[in-house]
């Protein structure tokens, strides 16, 4: 499973790390809505997840970077299991029932698993039936009207079809509520090394508060 990401950096920064093993030709990097080349504009280390911008052009015009990469980090933890089955019954010639039944099952790598990560157990149960039958009644009072005559027998075709969807939860992720839990933020690997106060001329001087008075008690507002 790939799992997609997109960054947008609004400060024009040297360097990104991504914390994972880059997939080789998975990132694309562009500014300001043009793709950037590889090894001229950046520079990538898939070993340590490290992107380098190069191009001191775009670091000094302060154009959002974009950088979208894929993650494989949870390939093949995840295990998923498919079971159906298809059974039908003739009573005779004319009447028949049947039933489906479908079950798919996640089975979660660790009990911890993310909001938008949960696994399901779901099963889908299926009814229906049908009957066919000739119709000679039918064909009798078509044969009455007038200008009209029938030139093969008539049926009744009946049928009907009922389902139901059954959503659970694998027993892995019931550690912390029997109806099954979830975590939105861990807040794990949340810490950042970036110094706010780089770039410099990225920053400006506010505006004097209102009420702001010198040391001769004289307003310096506005």
Do not use: C
């Not at 039918?138 to 007038?146: A, E, F, H, I, Q």
């Not at 008539?154 to 099954?180: K, M, R, T, Y």
């Not at 970036?194 to 004097?208: F, G, H, K, M, Y």
């Amino acid at each position: 499973m790939l799992l997609k990401e997109r960054i947008n950096l609004l400060l024009p920064l040297k360097y990104f790390w991504a914390d994972l093993i880059f997939l080789p030709g998975s990132v694309s990097v562009s500014a300001g809505g043009q793709k950037l080349i590889e090894n001229q504009d950046y520079q990538i280390d898939y070993g340590l997840g490290r992107i380098k911008i190069l191009n001191t052009g775009i670091l000094n015009s302060g154009i959002p970077i974009n950088i979208q990469y894929e993650d494989n980090a949870t390939f093949g933890f995840q295990q998923q299991n498919f079971l159906g089955a298809r059974l039908d019954y003739y009573f005779n010639d004319k009447f028949a029932v049947g039933g489906t039944f479908m079950r798919l099952k996640e089975r979660p790598f660790t009990q911890k698993t993310t909001f938008g990560d949960d696994p399901i157990k779901n099963t889908v149960i299926g009814l229906d039936a049908s009957y066919q039958s000739e119709f000679p009644a039918l064909t009798r009072l078509l044969d009455k009207l007038p200008l009209y005559s029938t030139t093969a027998p008539s049926f009744i075709n009946a049928s009907g079809e009922v389902a139901g969807l059954f959503p659970g939860h694998p027993q892995q992720i019931n550690a912390l509520d029997p109806e099954g839990s979830t975590y939105i933020d861990d807040f794990e690997g949340t810490r950042s090394s970036i110094d706010l106060r780089l770039p410099a001329q990225n920053w400006s001087l506010a505006s004097t508060p209102v009420g702001a008075r010198d040391k001769k008690w004289k307003s310096t507002f506005p």
